[in-house]
């Protein structure tokens, strides 16, 4: 129970940092939009600007749309390999030292197959390390 007491504090040591600049984050990017809402409220009050503009945005927001999927189509892969290393890091499954099923020669296994397939570590070797 001791353990798990000390293994609460570390964790806690490493995150409540993190958390704080991001609430901080949060709250300075609130306050900023907050400001450039009554900025751009003050400006069109005093120029009087409350018609349309002359701009049709339905084909710029419609071309926003499809290169967004377009992008998140061509960039799946990459960022589920981000995130699955992100994931990796966190969770720490292997140990040092550990190896695939290859003993003479080198495998590279991106990180999303790692979380999705099974694969078989050896346990680590004792006096070397990968």
Known sequence: MEELQREA???AVLWVPTLF???ALLIFFLILSRLAHFG???IVQRTRAHGPLGV???GIVAGLGLTGFALGFALKDSIANLLAGVLILLYRPFEVGGRLDAE???VLVPDSKM???PIK??????????
């Open 9 to 11: 504090v570390a964790q």
């Open 21 to 23: 600049v991001a609430l």
């Open 40 to 42: 751009v409220l003050r």
């Open 56 to 58: 049709k945005i339905m």
């Open 104 to 106: 003479s020669e080198r």
């Open 115 to 117: 979380l999705t397939d």
């Open 121 to 130: 570590v050896s346990k680590p070797a004792t006096g070397g390390a990968v």
